[in-house]
């Protein structure tokens, strides 16, 4: 008398049964095998090989393949908040960046000329933070933006932010329904490589708004993370509304404070320049 194993294996092909499914087809293909790491072998986690004694024995750290995706999702998530649009990188480059200004006197000009050289300085080697301070329309987001578009072309992440559009977004994480979490979100934007804050100054003034932007700026400020700030305000406003903020800002071995003193590129009341560009903040 046949085994059971004697006649599924005489029913059957190489061990699969012939089963006719409702449609009349036999099983679906087996899913072709997914590449595993070769150095955690799918784990996601591995150990170093240290001396027993050592700090590290017996520990597990993330493998590095669990580190590249940590990373493809930052990206995908700074790319997702920041408020950089193609139109504006395209438009707002260095290239296309005016020094001669709109109708500017020699001081105005030599204001413009700063800011265009220490912009294009830290965009080669990002490193300490940037202010640029002066009145709407003056150039400081173009040349922000300009920052962006040069490390954005070189492969490396920038978290471009309109202030009050961050907090905005921060405040919809609260929402049940929301797909990211508010912790996360907010630990992103602390730590980004790049990060750019856009018209500071412009966001509501309430408590919650003003903590968020302080803890935000302390962090970057102790990590010294690379930052450029633009602002209509100046220091003295600053130190009033939030003199926390104001001292971070105020520190000579981080920050370099830059004060655009040239008139709106786009008050058509003034007289263009002869490249006559339209410049924007």
């Not at 921060?170 to 856009?198: C, G, H, M, W």
């Amino acid at each position: 008398m046949e085994s059971l194993g004697e006649i599924l294996k005489r029913l059957t092909e190489n061990g699969i049964s012939k089963t006719t499914y409702n449609d009349g087809t036999g099983p679906p293909e087996p899913e072709p095998p997914q590449e595993v790491c070769s150095v955690c072998g799918g784990l996601g986690w591995v150990r170093h090989r240290v001396p027993l004694g050592h700090p590290h024995f017996g520990e597990v750290f993330p493998c590095q393949c669990q580190r590249q995706e940590t990373n493809q999702e930052r990206l995908r998530l700074i790319q997702k908040y920041s408020g950089l649009s193609q139109n504006m990188l395209n438009r707002m480059t260095f290239h296309q960046f005016d020094t001669s200004g709109n109708a500017a006197n020699s001081v105005e000009r030599e204001s413009l000329g700063h800011a265009f050289t220490a912009a294009t300085a830290f965009s080669q080697t990002p490193d300490g933070w940037v202010v640029l301070a002066g009145s709407h329309g003056c150039g400081k987001t173009h040349l922000a933006v300009s920052v962006a578009e040069e490390q954005i072309k070189g492969g490396d992440p920038v978290l471009f932010a309109f202030v009050p559009d961050l907090l905005d977004h921060l405040r919809s994480t609260f929402n049940p329904n929301s797909a990211v979490d508010y912790d996360y979100l907010f630990e992103q934007v602390k730590s980004a490589p790049l990060l750019i804050l856009d018209d500071l100054g412009s966001e509501s003034s309430t408590a919650w708004a003003q903590e968020k932007l302080y803890q935000i700026v302390v962090h970057r400020h102790n990590s010294r993370l690379p930052t450029i700030i633009t602002t209509y305000l100046l220091m003295d406003d600053v130190e009033k509304a939030q003199p926390r903020l104001a001292s971070r800002l105020k520190d000579p071995t981080l920050v370099n404070w830059i004060t655009i003193t040239a008139p709106d590129y786009r008050d058509p009341q003034r007289r263009r320049s002869p490249r006559g560009r339209q410049q924007l903040n």
